[in-house]
């Protein structure tokens, strides 16, 4: 078993001589987990065959999961697909550096160990100044996952990575707190309107008044775990904590009866029961471990804290875990996309 380092980094005073030594790293066929704006990214040379295999390796993911190509500019894409639509310079425009991935066909020069064995590639530009560096020093490619165990929820720390993969990876460059907190909207521009296959910060809406017309991919946010979406990876468990997860859903009134009911008989089991709830309704719950994930209206400090809190619940050895839904809100695709993969689309209805 590898030493793994962590090293302290500031956006606001960038160290070079780590980066520096990041950058090797990745030069030289290694991994490095980073801080994004989104979540932590484990990061290899994207050109490197061999290196996109460690990364699967580390986390344990299916080798049919494609990466996100990470870059530094937008020029740099033409290095690895076979031609850029004008809606992709478009999002760029508008989303660049930012939370967005755009999938265009690749070319011969980007290895399939990279894409999942697929002819198209995830690619975004981050705005993490630290991502940007490293990138730059990196060679200019970097593809990065989550920095997590494949199937667990993503890191928002670098104690997250480090709890993951410890031992397994050579550096983690800690940043502090990531700003969203969930991963970047995916959009693919391969077909004549395009279509988000992960929703994110970015929502349809941003992205129809920048290109027109855009459809959201039907699978990802079913309640039916059989309805498989398109994009390769979402077909996978994610985001899951070890405890059952179990959402409810309706009216605030009859979800907080609903989740005390079920909570009460959980606990007579003799089983452990954490709860998701928000700031305005914690004081209700009366059984088991409550957390509150920010203000009902507060979407992007919900998304921002979603999975801390999941890790939470972890160290906590829970057995069972209801949360309230949170589909109304700005970001509710993205948040409950989330959820449902982590709760294996188990819905409740509190009528």
């Given at each position: 078993m590898q030493k793994t380092v962590v090293k302290k980094i500031s956006e606001t005073n960038i160290d070079m001589d780590v980066i520096r030594q990041a950058g090797h790293i990745l030069r030289t066929g290694g991994l490095v987990a980073f801080p994004t704006e989104t979540v932590y990214g484990l990061g290899a040379d994207?050109?490197?065959?061999?290196?996109?295999?460690?990364?699967?390796?580390?986390?344990?993911?299916?080798?049919?999961?494609?990466?996100?190509?990470?870059?530094?500019?937008?020029k740099d894409i033409n290095k690895i697909v076979t031609q850029i639509p004008?809606?992709?310079?478009?999002?760029?425009?508008?989303f660049w550096p930012g939370p967005l991935t755009m999938i265009l066909k690749k070319n011969e020069k980007l290895p399939y160990?990279?894409?999942?064995?697929?002819?198209?590639?995830?690619?975004?530009?981050?705005?993490?100044?630290?991502?940007?560096?490293?990138?730059q020093e990196g060679g200019g490619y970097i593809a990065a996952p989550s920095a997590n165990t494949s199937g667990k929820p993503s890191p928002t720390l670098a104690k997250h990575?480090?709890?993951?993969?410890?031992?397994?990876?050579?550096?983690?460059?800690?940043?502090g707190a990531v700003g969203i907190g969930i991963e970047s909207t995916i959009i693919d521009l391969t077909e004549d309107i395009p279509v988000v296959l992960r929703p994110g910060y970015i929502s349809l809406n941003m992205l129809a008044q920048v290109v027109g017309e855009v459809r959201m991919d039907p699978g990802i946010l079913s309640k039916d775990?059989?309805?498989k979406p398109k994009a390769p990876g979402m077909k996978y468990r994610h985001y899951a904590p070890k405890a059952e997860m179990i959402i409810v859903e309706g009216e605030q009134e009859n979800v907080i009866q609903k989740i005390n009911r079920m909570s009460k008989d959980e606990l007579k089991a003799g089983k452990r029961?954490?709860?998701?709830?928000?700031?305005?309704?914690?004081?209700?719950?009366?059984?088991g471990l409550i957390i509150s994930i920010g203000g009902?209206?507060?979407?992007?400090?919900?998304?921002?804290?979603?999975?801390?809190?999941?890790?939470?619940?972890?160290?906590?050895?829970?057995?069972?875990?209801?949360?309230?839904?949170?589909?109304?809100?700005?970001?509710?695709?993205?948040?409950?996309?989330?959820?449902?993969?982590?709760?294996?689309?188990?819905?409740?209805?509190?009528?």
């Amino acid at each position: 078993m590898q030493k793994t380092v962590v090293k302290k980094i500031s956006e606001t005073n960038i160290d070079m001589d780590v980066i520096r030594q990041a950058g090797h790293i990745l030069r030289t066929g290694g991994l490095v987990a980073f801080p994004t704006e989104t979540v932590y990214g484990l990061g290899a040379d994207a050109l490197q065959a061999e290196a996109s295999k460690k990364i699967y390796a580390a986390k344990g993911r299916p080798s049919d999961n494609p990466l996100i190509v990470h870059v530094c500019s937008f020029k740099d894409i033409n290095k690895i697909v076979t031609q850029i639509p004008d809606k992709a310079r478009l999002l760029s425009e508008a989303f660049w550096p930012g939370p967005l991935t755009m999938i265009l066909k690749k070319n011969e020069k980007l290895p399939y160990e990279t894409t999942g064995g697929i002819d198209t590639v995830a690619i975004r530009m981050p705005s993490n100044k630290i991502a940007l560096a490293l990138i730059q020093e990196g060679g200019g490619y970097i593809a990065a996952p989550s920095a997590n165990t494949s199937g667990k929820p993503s890191p928002t720390l670098a104690k997250h990575v480090l709890e993951d993969l410890n031992g397994k990876i050579p550096l983690i460059l800690d940043g502090g707190a990531v700003g969203i907190g969930i991963e970047s909207t995916i959009i693919d521009l391969t077909e004549d309107i395009p279509v988000v296959l992960r929703p994110g910060y970015i929502s349809l809406n941003m992205l129809a008044q920048v290109v027109g017309e855009v459809r959201m991919d039907p699978g990802i946010l079913s309640k039916d775990a059989g309805t498989k979406p398109k994009a390769p990876g979402m077909k996978y468990r994610h985001y899951a904590p070890k405890a059952e997860m179990i959402i409810v859903e309706g009216e605030q009134e009859n979800v907080i009866q609903k989740i005390n009911r079920m909570s009460k008989d959980e606990l007579k089991a003799g089983k452990r029961v954490g709860i998701i709830g928000t700031d305005e309704t914690v004081k209700y719950y009366e059984y088991g471990l409550i957390i509150s994930i920010g203000g009902r209206q507060e979407d992007e400090k919900i998304a921002h804290n979603l999975y801390r809190i999941l890790r939470e619940f972890d160290k906590s050895d829970v057995d069972i875990i209801f949360s309230e839904s949170f589909s109304k809100l700005r970001m509710g695709q993205a948040i409950m996309n989330r959820l449902l993969k982590a709760a294996g689309h188990r819905v409740i209805l509190a009528e």
